[in-house]
């Protein structure tokens, strides 16, 4: 199944003078003779941008956008009439941010951060409107997970950004200064999620007061589990998130702490608490 607004893998079902008929499933999509090289033919794997064009029909391309569906990026507004403004964002065909979806009146040659959206026809178009585009906070992230951070918008307190192209967050001014621009792109941690659903973020986590509140809260979790967790250096990410609420840098530190403490023993399937002799 074509997954439009995304790149996708699709392989060459046949060619003619019209380009290259890309087949997932039961849908088609055309790669333009333009496009096509030497070494594409019947039967070869393309990594694709899939999208509708104008009529609605699927359309492939080999360049790759700034942002997919669902995705931020900086981009220039190369374009201005009465639909709205038309942005550079690595494709061949510009992409169109409507007049409504600009907070403020855009301006050709300006940078802004684009929000890439499908429309009713499943064509991609772009928003201006961040706020809309961002959700509150889930069980996908949790305090101490290192996630991409887009810097969004100076406040009193430090600057708005966003996460993993999903939540809103700050970072405070006694942190990142006057080292950050609108529209960068950088790795940061959540540093906690409030009560009220804010998130706080940093771009250094990991200190020693860190460290130790992995090590109890892993401490606590061997207590909690008859002595056995099954995490390990080669779990998932995810796994260790779900679980512990940590990101997978901040368990081997924790790890770390208590082994060089001899409270645990390390497995090939887990962490074990050492018996007390």
């Known amino acids: 199944m074509l997954k439009f607004g995304r790149m996708n893998q699709i392989k060459v079902h046949a060619i003619d003078d019209d380009g290259a008929w890309l087949q997932s499933g039961r849908e088609q999509a055309l790669l333009p003779k333009y496009e096509l090289t030497e070494a594409i033919r019947q039967g070869v794997m393309l990594d694709v941008f899939v999208y509708a064009d104008g009529s609605g029909q699927p359309v492939a391309t080999l360049r790759q956008p700034k942002a997919e569906v669902d995705e931020f990026a900086l981009m220039r507004a190369s374009q201005i009439n009465v639909h709205g403004a038309f942005m550079d964002w690595g494709l061949t065909k510009d992409l169109l941010v409507p007049v409504k979806e600009q907070p403020k009146a855009m301006k ?19 928003t201006a409107r961040i706020d809309k585009c961002l959700s509150a906070a889930d069980n996908t992230i949790g305090d101490g997970q290192e996630v991409d951070l887009i810097v969004w ?3 009193e ?24 621009n609108y529209g960068d792109s950088l790795k940061g941690y ?7 659903g804010k998130i706080d973020c940093t771009l250094n986590m990991g200190t020693r007061d860190d460290r130790d509140n992995a090590r109890d809260k892993i ?12 995490l390990h250096d080669k ?20 790890v770390g702490a208590l082994y060089k403490a001899d409270l645990v023993e390390l497995t090939g399937v887990g962490v074990r608490l050492k018996e007390k002799s």
């Not at 050709?108 to 772009?126: F, K, T």
């Not at 979790?221 to 008859?226: E, M, S, V, Y």
């Open 108 to 126: 050709v040659g300006l940078h802004y951060l684009v929000n890439v959206r499908l429309d009713r026809e499943g064509r991609p178009i772009g």
């Open 153 to 155: 918008e100076p406040t």
């Open 157 to 180: 307190l430090g600057v708005k950004v966003i996460i993993n192209h999903r939540f809103a967050g700050l970072l405070y001014h006694d942190e990142v200064g006057d080292r950050l």
């Open 190 to 196: 959540i540093r906690q999620i409030r009560p009220d």
């Open 219 to 230: 401490m606590q979790a061997l207590l909690d589990n008859l002595g056995f967790l099954p």
């Open 235 to 254: 779990s998932p990410a995810e796994e260790i998130q779900n679980r512990l609420g940590m990101s997978k840098k901040l368990f081997k530190k924790g």
